[in-house]
C-alpha cells in the first residue's frame, strides 16, 4: 500500500480539510491547532488539554477539533496512542515546538498564541531556570518516547543461492557418475556373472572308470556306456500319465516314479529341478524314452559298471553304487585310482520352451579325466574253477564257510582266491551281506596243526630238531589244567619228526616247542606273518592276533605250539607256506599286478615286503618232512596228494572264533605245495562246517584244485625225482 502523503487532504473546493488555520474566536493563523497534536491531546469529553488550560469554554466559541479533522499523514497513529494509554499528549514541555525528525517519530503540537493579534510570532522556547515542580498525582503519566521502528530484514543475495544450487547438482551428477563408472569398469564381472548364472545350466560329463583286468588283460570289472532318465518337476504337466508311459520302459512300478516327479523344494528354498529316474539305462531304450517327448523328462549320457563273470571274483571285485562310486572290495579300496574327475558343460540356455543352448552365448566345457585301470594278479581261468571246486565240495556243509587261496610262492602273487558263500557282483543289492566278505582277509579262524609248520620250522633254524631227530612219545602230556593227546597213540615209541607230522602229534610238537622257548616261538610266529595284517590290498583285512608271552598260562603252553590260543585269517596261513616254499624267504602277498594309466601308460605295483624266515636248507628239510603229510600210509593228509606230483603240506583242526568266542563245529584245513621238490604254487583251503565234516572237504578240494592249478601252467610231473621213504617209528 503506498504511504499516505504527508500534505493535508484538500476537498473539492481545493481548501485543506481539517485545517488548522480556520477561522474560530480565537483568531486565524494558530498554528498547530486541528493537527495530529490535537489528536494526542483529544480527551474523551472533546476538549484538548490547552483549552483545558486556557479556560476555555466548552462549546464556545473556540473551534472543536474532531478527529477527521485533526487527522495527520499518518491515519492509525490516534488509536496507536489511545492504546498507548494517551501518555503522547503529556510530553515535556521541552520537547514541545521541536522540529520534526522522521514521520514516525514526529509529534506536532499546537503553540497557544497571545492575544496580541494575527501577526505576533510565537515566543521561542525558554530554558527553565527553576526545578520543574513535581509532577501531580493526578497528572497522567507522560508517554513513552517512541522507539525506533527495526529495520527490515536484509533480503537474500540470489546470486550466492544460485551458486550453492549449483555446486550440489553438480555434485549429485559427479555422485551418480563416479558410480556408474565403478558398476562398469570395477563391478561389471560380477553383476555379468550373476547374470549369467540365472541363464546358464551345467551339465556333468561323467569320467569313465577305469577296468578291473586279470593278469591276461581279460576285464574282470569295466564301464560301458549307458543314459540315465532324469525329470524336471515343474515341467512335468501329469505325473502320474508320464509315470505310466515310462514304467513299462524303465522297469520301475509308476507309484514310485510318480514319487519320484513329485515337486519338492532344495534347501535353499528353490524348486528342485532334476531328479533321477534311472541310472546306467542301455542307449536303445533311453531312445525309447526320448521318442515320447514327455514334458520335463530327459536322457544324459551316463555308465553302467559291468561284471562280465557276475560272481567271478565278485568278492574281491566288490561293487560300486549308481554314481559310479565304489563301495566294497577292490572298487572300493581303489576308488580314487578307478574314478577319475568329472567334466562339467556350463552353458546358456533359453527359459520355457526356447531352452537350449543360445548361439553364440557363454558356453564352457572342462573335459572328464578317466580314471586308471588295474591289471590285478588273479588269472580269470583259475579263479572260476577254483570257485566251482569250492562250491561243489561245500554244498555238503549247509550253512558252511570256506576260503581258498593259490600263490605264486616266488612272486607273492595271489592267482586265484575264493570264498564261499558268493554273489553276483552285477546285482549286489539282494545278497546277504556276509555272503560279500573276502574269507581269505575276513575269516578269523584258530588254524589248529597247519601252524605246526611254524613251530618245527623254528626249531629247525634255531637247532634244536634235525630232519633226523627222533623223540619218545607218550599218548598225553598235561600243561597247567590241561592234557593234550595224539589222535595216533605212540605208546611212549621213538617218533621221528616226519612221523609226528605225518599223523600231527600233539604230544611231539610240544615237547619240541618246550625246548624252544617261549620268546623264540613267537618272534618266529611274527617272521611267518601272523599277527600283522598281509597287506594284500583288500579293504578291512583282519590282523590276526598273537597271544603275547605275559599273556600265557601253563596250558598255553602246551595250546599255542600246536595252533590254538592263535587268532589268523587263510591268507596269513597260505603266506607262511608260501615263504617255505620260496626257500624259507617271506614276500608279502599282493593282488595288483600294475596300474594301467588313461593314456595307456602302465605303472607297476609297489614291490612287496619281503624277508627271509629260514635258511634255504632248513626250509627245504622242512619241506621234505611235509611231504610226509602226504604220502605215509595212515597219515592226515593222504587224500591230498596229487598223482604224478610230490606234494608237501598239512591238515589241520581248529575252530572258529567271533568276538574272541568258539563257535560250534571245526575248522578243518589244509595248505599244501607242489612239486614238493621245487614248489611253483602253494594252495590253501580253509573250511568251516558247524556241522562236522570239514576234513572231508579241505583235502579233496585242494587236491582237485591243484590237480587244475598244475595243468593249467602246463607243470609237468614230478618224473625226475620220487619222494622219499619216511619212517615213523625209527629203532
Known amino acids: 500500500m503506498p504511504p499516505r502523503s504527508e500534505d493535508p487532504r484538500r476537498d473539492a473546493t481545493g481548501s485543506r480539510r481539517g485545517s488548522s488555520r480556520e477561522n474560530t474566536g480565537r483568531g486565524s493563523g494558530e498554528p498547530g491547532v486541528g493537527g495530529i497534536s490535537g489528536a494526542r491531546a483529544y480527551t474523551p469529553r472533546g476538549r484538548t488539554?490547552?483549552?483545558?488550560?486556557?479556560?476555555?469554554?466548552?462549546?464556545?466559541?473556540?473551534?472543536?477539533?474532531?478527529?477527521?479533522?485533526?487527522?495527520?499523514?499518518?491515519?492509525?497513529?490516534?488509536?496507536?496512542?489511545?492504546?498507548?494509554?494517551?501518555?503522547?499528549?503529556?510530553?515535556?514541555?521541552?520537547?514541545?515546538?521541536?522540529?520534526?525528525?522522521?514521520?514516525?517519530?514526529?509529534?506536532?503540537?499546537?503553540?497557544?498564541?497571545?492575544?496580541?493579534?494575527?501577526?505576533?510570532?510565537p515566543p521561542g522556547p525558554r530554558r527553565r531556570t527553576v526545578p520543574r515542580a513535581p509532577r501531580r498525582s493526578d497528572r497522567p503519566a507522560a508517554r513513552r518516547p517512541p522507539r525506533k521502528p527495526p529495520r527490515p530484514p536484509k533480503l537474500a543475495d540470489p546470486r550466492r543461492r544460485l551458486r550453492l544450487g549449483t555446486v550440489l547438482t553438480l555434485a549429485l551428477f559427479a555422485t551418480i557418475g563416479i558410480r556408474l563408472v565403478v558398476l562398469q569398469a570395477v563391478d561389471a564381472p560380477a553383476y555379468a556373472g550373476g547374470g549369467v548364472t540365472d541363464r546358464t545350466r551345467t551339465v556333468d560329463l561323467p569320467a569313465p572308470r577305469g577296468a578291473i583286468y586279470d593278469r591276461t588283460g581279460a576285464p574282470l570289472a569295466h564301464s560301458v556306456e549307458a543314459r540315465?532318465?532324469?525329470?524336471?518337476?515343474?515341467?512335468?504337466?501329469?505325473?502320474?500319465?508320464?509315470?505310466?508311459?515310462?514304467?513299462?520302459?524303465?522297469?520301475?512300478?509308476?507309484?514310485?516314479?510318480?514319487?519320484?516327479?513329485?515337486?519338492?523344494r532344495l534347501e535353499n528354498g528353490n524348486p528342485s529341478r532334476f531328479e533321477y529316474l534311472a541310472r546306467g539305462v542301455e542307449v536303445a531304450t533311453a531312445r525309447q524314452v526320448q521318442a515320447l517327448e514327455l514334458p520335463g523328462i530327459g536322457v544324459h549320457r551316463d555308465e553302467r559298471r559291468e561284471v562280465p563273470g557276475d560272481d567271478l571274483a565278485a568278492n574281491l571285485i566288490g561293487f560300486t553304487s549308481e554314481d559310479m562310486n565304489g563301495l566294497e572290495g577292490l572298487e572300493a579300496r581303489y576308488d580314487d585310482l578307478l574314478r577319475g574327475e568329472d567334466g562339467k558343460r556350463v552353458y546358456e540356455a533359453g527359459q520355457g520352451d526356447l531352452a537350449a543352448p543360445i548361439p553364440g552365448?557363454?558356453?564352457?566345457?572342462?573335459?572328464?579325466?578317466?580314471?586308471?585301470?588295474?591289471?590285478?594278479?588273479?588269472?580269470?581261468?583259475?579263479?572260476?574253477?577254483?570257485?566251482?571246486?569250492?562250491?561243489?565240495?561245500?554244498?555238503?556243509?549247509?550253512?558252511?564257510?570256506?576260503?581258498?587261496?593259490?600263490?605264486?610262492?616266488?612272486?607273492?602273487?595271489?592267482?586265484?582266491?575264493?570264498?564261499?558263500?558268493?554273489?553276483?557282483?552285477?546285482?549286489?543289492?539282494?545278497?546277504?551281506?556276509?555272503?560279500?566278505?573276502?574269507?581269505?582277509?575276513?575269516?578269523?579262524?584258530?588254524?589248529?596243526?597247519?601252524?605246526?609248520?611254524?613251530?618245527?620250522?623254528?626249531?629247525?633254524?634255531?637247532?634244536?630238531?634235525?630232519?633226523?631227530?627222533?623223540?619218545?612219545?607218550?599218548?598225553?602230556?598235561?600243561?597247567?589244567?590241561?592234557?593234550?593227546?595224539?589222535?595216533?597213540?605212540?605208546?611212549?615209541?621213538r617218533m621221528s619228526v616226519a612221523g609226528m607230522l605225518a599223523y600231527s602229534s600233539n604230544v611231539g610238537t610240544i615237547k619240541i616247542a618246550d625246548e624252544l622257548g617261549q620268546d623264540r616261538l613267537i618272534d618266529y610266529q611274527r617272521r611267518f606273518g601272523l599277527g600283522q595284517p598281509t597287506g594284500e590290498g583288500m579293504p578291512g583285512e583282519a590282523s590276526g592276533r598273537l597271544l603275547p608271552a605275559e599273556e600265557w598260562s601253563e596250558s598255553s603252553y602246551g595250546s599255542v605250539p600246536i595252533g590254538h590260543s592263535v587268532d589268523a585269517t587263510p591268507l596269513q596261513m597260505a603266506a607262511a607256506y608260501a615263504a617255505i616254499a620260496n626257500d624259507g624267504t617271506y614276500v608279502q602277498p599282493h593282488l595288483v599286478k600294475e596300474v594301467i594309466g588313461p593314456d595307456g601308460t602302465r605303472t607297476p605295483a609297489k614291490p612287496p615286503v619281503t624277508r627271509p624266515v629260514l635258511s634255504p636248507a632248513n626250509a627245504a628239510a622242512l619241506r621234505t618232512l611235509l611231504e610226509a603229510v602226504t604220502t605215509v600210509e595212515g597219515a592226515t593228509g593222504t587224500t591230498a596228494a596229487v598223482p604224478g606230483f610230490r606234494v608237501a603240506g598239512k591238515t589241520g583242526t581248529g575252530w572258529r572264533l567271533v568276538d574272541g568266542r568258539k563257535q560250534p563245529g571245526e575248522v578243518n584245513s589244509f595248505i599244501g605245495m607242489a612239486p614238493a621238490e621245487k614248489p611253483r604254487y602253494v594252495i590253501a583251503v580253509f573250511v568251516y562246517a558247524p556241522q562236522g565234516g570239514g576234513a572231508a572237504i579241505a583235502n579233496p578240494a585242494f587236491k582237485e584244485m591243484m590237480q587244475f592249478t598244475l595243468r593249467h601252467y602246463k607243470v609237468p610231473p614230478s618224473t625226475t625225482s620220487k619222494p622219499p621213504k619216511f619212517v615213523v617209528y625209527p629203532r
Not at 78 to 94: E, F, K, S
Open 361 to 493: 552365448g557363454y558356453s564352457r566345457t572342462t573335459p572328464p579325466k578317466p580314471g586308471s585301470s588295474l591289471q590285478l594278479t588273479i588269472d580269470r581261468d583259475l579263479q572260476y574253477m577254483t570257485q566251482v571246486i569250492l562250491s561243489r565240495h561245500m554244498a555238503r556243509a549247509k550253512g558252511g564257510t570256506a576260503a581258498a587261496v593259490v600263490l605264486d610262492p616266488t612272486t607273492g602273487e595271489v592267482l586265484a582266491q575264493a570264498s564261499h558263500p558268493t554273489y553276483n557282483a552285477a546285482k549286489p543289492l539282494p545278497s546277504d551281506p556276509v555272503a560279500r566278505e573276502d574269507a581269505a582277509t575276513s575269516f578269523v579262524v584258530d588254524p589248529g596243526s597247519v601252524h605246526k609248520a611254524i613251530t618245527f620250522g623254528a626249531a629247525l633254524q634255531e637247532g634244536v630238531i634235525t630232519p633226523d631227530t627222533a623223540l619218545p612219545i607218550e599218548n598225553s602230556v598235561k600243561k597247567g589244567d590241561t592234557w593234550f593227546s595224539d589222535t595216533h597213540p605212540a605208546n611212549g615209541r
Open 49 to 121: 488539554i490547552r483549552e483545558e488550560r486556557a479556560g476555555l469554554p466548552r462549546g464556545g466559541a473556540e473551534q472543536r477539533r474532531t478527529p477527521r479533522s485533526s487527522r495527520s499523514g499518518d491515519p492509525f497513529r490516534p488509536a496507536l496512542q489511545v492504546l498507548d494509554g494517551g501518555r503522547a499528549g503529556a510530553t515535556r514541555a521541552t520537547r514541545r515546538g521541536a522540529p520534526a525528525t522522521g514521520r514516525s517519530g514526529v509529534v506536532r503540537t499546537v503553540q497557544a498564541r497571545t492575544p496580541g493579534g494575527a501577526g505576533d510570532e
Open 228 to 264: 540315465y532318465v532324469f525329470a524336471d518337476p515343474t515341467l512335468i504337466e501329469d505325473p502320474a500319465a508320464t509315470a505310466r508311459a515310462l514304467s513299462p520302459l524303465l522297469g520301475i512300478s509308476a507309484s514310485k516314479l510318480t514319487k519320484l516327479m513329485q515337486p519338492r
